[in-house]
C-alpha cells in the first residue's frame, strides 16, 4: 500500500484553510447569540446604612417652588451689561428671548469666573440655541436659528422660567420687537379685512 503524503498534505491544508474561515465567520455570530441570550446580571443589592433613603444628588437643579411673581420693569439692552456679575454686590441678570432672568444665586456658573459667564449682562438667545459658548454667538438676535436650534432655546427658556425669578423685559430685543411689528401688521391687515 503507498501512501501519496502530497495529495493527504493537500487535503489536510486545504482543511485548515476552511476550519479557519469557519472560526473567523462564526467567532462574531457566537459572540451576538452568547451576548442576545445571556441573561443580564442582576444588579447588585443597596446596602441601607440608614433610616432615610438618600436621593441621588443631581446637577441639574430643580424646579424651584418658591419662585416671586415675574416682574415687568423695562431694560435695553445696554442697561444688562450692567448685570454681568463683574460689579460686586450687583444682581446677576440672564436675558432669554427678551425675558431678563435674575441668576444671583447661581453666581457660581453665571458669574465672571463661571463656565456660563458668556450669557451674563446680555441676551444671548442665539448662542442658547445653538448650544455655543463663543461670544460671536451670544448676541439677543435669534431669527436665523434653524427649526432645532430654536427648539433647543426654547428649552432653556423653560428650564429658567423654572428655576429662576423673572425681573423684566428688553424692550429693544430685535427679533422680539420684529415679531410685534409682524403681528401688529397682521392685526392691521386683518382689521381692514374685516371692515370690507
Known amino acids: 500500500m503507498t501512501c501519496d503524503c502530497h495529495s493527504v498534505w493537500a487535503m489536510s491544508d486545504s482543511f485548515l484553510s476552511l476550519a479557519k474561515y469557519a472560526v473567523v465567520l462564526l467567532l462574531p455570530v457566537v459572540f451576538l447569540a452568547h451576548r442576545y441570550y445571556r441573561s443580564p446580571a442582576p444588579a447588585p443589592a443597596r446596602l ?79 448662542g442658547l440655541g445653538m448650544s455655543s459658548l463663543k461670544p460671536e454667538d451670544a448676541v439677543p438676535e435669534y431669527s436665523d436659528l434653524s427649526e432645532a436650534d430654536r427648539k433647543v432655546l426654547d428649552d432653556w427658556y423653560s428650564f429658567f422660567l423654572k428655576r429662576y425669578n423673572i425681573v423684566g423685559k428688553v424692550i429693544d430685543h430685535p427679533t422680539v420687537l420684529a415679531a410685534e411689528k409682524e403681528a401688529a401688521q397682521k392685526a392691521e391687515e386683518d382689521k381692514v379685512e374685516a371692515n370690507l
Do not use: C, H
Open 48 to 126: 441601607n446604612t440608614s433610616s432615610t433613603e438618600e436621593k441621588p444628588k443631581s446637577i441639574m437643579q430643580p424646579a424651584r417652588e418658591d419662585l416671586a411673581p415675574p416682574k415687568d420693569d423695562p431694560f435695553t439692552l445696554a442697561q444688562l451689561v450692567e448685570f454681568s456679575g463683574a460689579q460686586p454686590g450687583k444682581p446677576i441678570y440672564v436675558s432669554i428671548k427678551g425675558t431678563v432672568f435674575d441668576v444671583t444665586r447661581n453666581a457660581q456658573v453665571y458669574g465672571p469666573d463661571g463656565s456660563y459667564s458668556i450669557f451674563a449682562g446680555k441676551d444671548a438667545s442665539k
